[in-house]
């Protein structure tokens, strides 16, 4: 539903040219797959391993939990493990995982009772490279942007993502409601994506 | 629908993000956004914040979770699975039947007893209903996961009350698996996941009279009573023989190229005896020996306080207490390192369900302790909620609902610095009762999806909820108790 982000494109492909890649040579990843094929369980970790991230967070998009996303995750990599002879070498690795985590994270999500997700659109084309160079310049801004959070906004954000909590255990931390916790956690998103714009220099910072 | 402004529409995003809006919600604000030019740039930053603010979160944990990963790859690589299961660009279309469970329970040794009544009263059934030729040596206490008891070449159905006989044994799945037996003079063991005891008898003549545990694979916890001089109970492996007459102690038998057996100590002293050419030492509390090709068998002290996990935060494991620590530094700025998972639990008993543990903390804090979190769930289907949440903490506790009510907070003593607290939460049916040194916290009726027929999953989270301070605590005594009805 969203319109694609050229900015944000371009930005990702000057990180890459300045050489910050970490994504994995193809070739590499196929040499790795092959060996995996072969009865190697390393090398189906090592392709693996630079998607994880990336594959968690989806499920967490989709779920909306964060330990529910890592029990996803782990039944997905087995599922894809098991099924490994099936894999062509020609698919995308990381589009064959991201398909099998978004089945499994649905029919968590059903599980967990919560309502339709809504905006499929939009996290299907945030997450449709579940590689960890898509999100990279985020990554790297972002750290500085979490320092300077400070009180409540950086405890919120904490809270909530990286330590997995409701927003109701949250409003007991910071001492405030649940209404006034999302208007701090909404608040909060705003700062942060001035302060992104910022420190990654794009433009049109509202 | 009602008309909303810029801002409310972005609130009710950033809820939708935090999985806190309202299903008649999300509709308005798709439409609002889809229209709106305003609106939709910062919409569509806030997904890829989103994104970013995940990754990192996972990123952080990482470590931990590719360490999971692949301690689940490699039994599936020892073990694979006989069904094929649907994934993408696979013709066959069949479902997931394995049903893989969280593997995060790798503190599930811990698990303790069912209730001491039920199993008494099944041993006493047990051994008077039993025949004499093949008395009654254990009965399960708790049993988690996938687990079957070895009889006469067959594997049967296990459930808590289950009587083991001589020349049977019990096996655990490699996912998650867990099992607790009991003598009737009270020694348990506790064998965990992908464990195999191969057969229990008793008696025997000359060394071999006792109680004789023959472990083929695995790891298996004992807690063993007093025991007579002459009739000690003998842990069998592949490796060597652990004798003892009355201690706690781990030992674990790895199997494939590099076999060995591992025997730690935590009180107590067990003779271990090599099996080929019959060396034998003793391994006093505190200390380990390993039997393997080509390792000279001698005691040497375990490790203790070895950091095994942590990220901003640091876990330390003591093998002989069998306590662990926790310390931090100032976690400002050093977001994801604020609170740590340390269990994970199963209970498919669907009975009462009891965790204690105790704790001190160094310097004490009032935002610091330690964080149950309690989901119904369903065996076959995962965590289906998080229903409750239990927090203690170094100046009270706090209950909050799985509707995110703070349901009932409490005020207690804290002990001084090295005096433990002990906490002890008990859930039964939609009764919860929490005690903090043997007093009432706070008590109540829950009511929110924890009802007395649903199985339950335990989370044990260590850390400071509040995020801000350096914090050292120590965590003991940890036990979970669950009992059918």
């Known amino acids: 539903m969203l319109p694609h982000s050229p900015s944000h494109h371009r930005l990702l492909q000057k990180v890459a040219f300045a050489g910050c890649s970490i994504h994995m040579d193809r070739n590499r990843e196929a040499d790795l797959l092959a060996k995996a094929k072969g009865g190697d369980v390393s090398g189906f970790e090592e392709a693996l391993a630079p998607y994880l991230p990336a594959l968690v967070a989806y499920g967490r998009a989709i779920c909306g939990d964060h330990h529910a996303a890592e029990d996803v995750v782990q039944e997905a990599v087995l599922i894809a493990y098991r099924n490994l002879d099936h894999f062509f070498p020609e698919t995308d690795f990381g589009a064959w995982l991201r398909a ?74 910071v001492k405030t409601s649940l209404v006034g916790t999302k208007q701090l956690l909404y608040r909060t998103r705003v700062i942060l994506r001035n302060c992104l714009r910022k420190r990654i220099g794009m433009e049109g910072v509202s | 629908m009602k008309p909303r402004s810029c801002q409310e529409v972005l609130t009710l995003l950033s809820d939708l993000l935090a999985g806190a809006i309202a299903a008649e919600d999300i509709e308005t604000v798709e439409i609002h956004v889809a229209k709106c030019d305003s609106c939709r740039p910062l919409a569509e930053d806030f997904f890829w914040q989103h994104r970013a603010l995940a990754e990192v979160a996972a990123h952080l944990e990482a470590a931990e ?14 073990h694979p699975a006989t069904a094929q299961v649907a994934a993408p660009f696979v013709s066959s279309g069949r479902k997931d039947s394995s049903q893989v469970r969280p593997s995060r329970r790798w503190a599930r040794s811990v698990i303790a007893a069912a209730g001491l009544f039920v199993v008494f009263a099944t041993l006493w059934w047990a051994v008077t209903s039993r025949e004499a030729s093949n008395p009654v040596l254990a009965v399960v206490e708790s049993a988690d996961g996938e687990v079957h008891v070895l009889a006469g070449g067959k594997r049967l159905v296990c459930r808590v009350g289950t009587a083991l006989g001589s020349g049977q044994g019990i096996v655990t799945s490699a996912q998650g698996g867990a099992v607790t037996l009991k003598y009737v003079d009270g020694s348990r063991l506790e064998l965990a996941a992908g464990g195999e005891i191969a057969e229990l008898s008793e008696g025997g003549a000359g060394e071999s009279r006792g109680k004789l545990v023959t472990l083929s694979k695995g790891s298996l916890r004992a807690v063993v009573v007093q025991q007579a001089a002459d009739r000690p109970m003998i842990v069998s492996t592949l490796h060597a023989d652990a004798r003892v007459v009355g201690t706690t102690f781990r030992i674990a038998v790895s199997v494939g190229e590099e076999a060995s057996t591992r025997l730690e100590v935590m009180e107590g002293k067990v003779r271990l005896r090599r099996l080929l050419g019959g060396q034998s030492v003793d391994v006093l509390a505190g200390h380990y020996a390993v039997v393997a090709s080509g390792i000279e068998m001698s005691p040497k002290p375990l490790a203790r306080w070895s950091l095994v996990q942590g990220y901003g935060w640091s876990v330390a494991y003591d093998p002989v207490s069998e306590s662990y620590r926790f310390s931090g530094v100032n976690s400002r700025g050093v977001f994801g390192g604020a609170a740590l998972k340390l269990m994970e639990v199963w209970n498919p008993s669907k009975g009462p369900f009891e965790l204690s543990y105790q704790f001190d903390v160094r310097e004490p804090q009032p935002q610091f302790g330690i964080h149950a979190a309690f989901q119904r769930a369903s065996e076959s289907e995962g965590v289906l909620d998080q229903s409750l949440q239990v927090q203690v903490f170094a100046g009270g506790l706090q209950v909050v609902s799985g509707r995110e009510q703070v349901m009932g907070t409490a005020t207690f003593q804290q002990p001084p610095p090295g005096i433990p607290a002990t906490v002890k939460i008990r859930i039964d049916g939609e009764r919860i009762r929490v005690e903090i040194n043997g007093k009432l916290g706070w008590a109540g009726l829950h009511g929110h999806g924890l009802e007395g027929s649903s199985p339950m999953k335990l989370r044990l989270i260590v850390g400071d909820v509040a995020g801000a301070r350096a914090a050292e605590c120590t965590l003991r005594k940890l036990t979970v108790v669950s009992s059918s009805r």
């Open chain 2, 65 to 78: 979770f590719r360490s999971r990963l692949h301690a689940l790859l490699a039994k599936e690589a020892r």
């Open chain 1, 100 to 173: 099998i985590v978004r089945r499994k994270a649905l029919e968590m999500r059903r599980t967990l009772g919560r309502v339709r997700l809504g905006f499929e659109e939009s996290f299907e084309r945030v997450f449709e490279d579940p590689g960890p160079d898509a999100v990279a310049p985020w990554r790297n801004a972002l750290t500085e942007c979490l320092k300077q959070l400070d009180g409540r906004a950086g405890e919120v954000v904490r809270g909530y993502y990286f330590e997995g909590r409701g927003l109701a255990e949250i409003a007991a931390i």
